[in-house]
């Protein structure tokens, strides 16, 4: 089985600040993708980044940039330059390619508010 | 190009009546995805169509929820007869039919059973 884990429930940050999300898995499939969505406040779930386990460098994606460490089993999220659209709640998530199906295990997320 | 969309974004129903939410997804994915998030909780997967057929139902809490996909094009979930735990949010994803499989998400319809 999998799990996420993300520890903090919620966190601020100053505008232009950088934040970093903390993101732990569990899995015992040796082929998987990560995953970050933002959910703002409107509900929808919006996909930011991808990570394959067997990718040898770090995803970025604009002012989204993924700290995957394997060895660890983490797969931190690091927004740049923190803007107040960025204040959501932030999911990581992964799908075990090895499995049967590809549904993806969600944690429980982190909530992000920036401060002007 | 048209996201995925779902109807209605919010119902409210009386414990023992029928709601029936639908789901478009993205034209031309196959792969078809319920997830539901009740208060406090985490995100869980329902259910995984390919197409008209159903991949993975092993997230269906109980025979009162039934999901459909005539013609492999939109998708419907049905709770009968509602309960009170089944309020929550319930998302509709798509995605293609490939590595990484990144699946994209509608908008959610939040339902609450009084």
Known sequence: ?116 | EAGVTQFPSHSVIEKGQTVTLRCDPISGHDNLYWYRRVMGKEIKFLLHFVKESKQDESGMPNNRFLAERTGGTYSTLKVQPAELEDSGVYFCASSQGRVPYEQYFGPGTRLTVT
């Open chain 1, 1 to 116: 089985a999998q799990k996420i884990t993300q520890t903090q429930p919620g966190m601020f940050v100053q505008e232009k600040e950088a934040v970093t999300l903390d993101c732990t898995y569990d899995t015992s499939d040796p082929s998987y993708g990560l995953f970050w969505y933002k959910q703002p406040s409107s509900g929808e779930m919006i996909f930011l980044i991808y990570q394959g386990s067997y990718d040898q460098q770090n995803a970025t994606e604009g002012r989204y940039s993924l700290n995957f460490q394997k060895a660890r089993k983490s797969a931190n999220l690091v927004i740049s330059a923190s803007q107040l659209g960025d204040s959501a709640m932030y999911f990581c998530a992964m799908i075990p390619y090895k499995a049967a199906g590809n549904k993806l295990t969600f944690g429980g997320g982190t909530r992000v508010l920036v401060k002007p």
